[in-house]
């Protein structure tokens, strides 16, 4: 599910890791991100907050795990975007 607020979206993503590259894949509002490192030593956090940084175009400062740091399934917060353009740019980086 992707939640808009007031300049910002809120959305829940399951993390899978050490994959052969970096991912997004959606099954209706579902966020399922595949990541090539591993969950140690908050490896995989960093990794997610630069995937979607990158992906969107923000600064690393704008995306932030809310919940799940030790988790499979995170609540993510990107801050300076719509939920729509989220989508937009999510679906072209999708390779799936």
């Given at each position: 599910?992707?939640?808009?607020?007031?300049?910002?979206?809120?959305f829940d993503a399951k993390v899978l890791t050490?994959?052969?590259?970096?991912?997004?894949?959606?099954?209706?509002?579902?966020?399922?991100?595949?990541?090539?490192?591993?969950?140690?030593?908050?490896?995989?956090?960093?990794?997610?907050?630069?995937?979607?940084?990158?992906?969107?175009?923000?600064?690393?400062?704008?995306?932030?795990?809310?919940?799940?740091?030790?988790?499979?399934?995170?609540?993510?917060?990107?801050?300076?975007?719509?939920?729509?353009?989220?989508?937009?740019?999510?679906?072209?980086?999708t390779s799936r």
């Open positions: 599910m992707i939640n808009q607020g007031s300049g910002y979206i809120v050490r994959k052969r590259r970096n991912n997004i894949i959606f099954s209706g509002e579902d966020v399922l991100v595949e990541l090539k490192s591993a969950p140690a030593g908050d490896m995989a956090n960093r990794e997610l907050v630069r995937y979607f940084s990158d992906m969107l175009s923000l600064p690393q400062k704008c995306i932030s795990i809310l919940r799940g740091r030790s988790s499979r399934n995170k609540v993510i917060k990107a801050e300076g975007i719509t939920r729509e353009k989220f989508l937009e740019l999510a679906i072209k980086n």
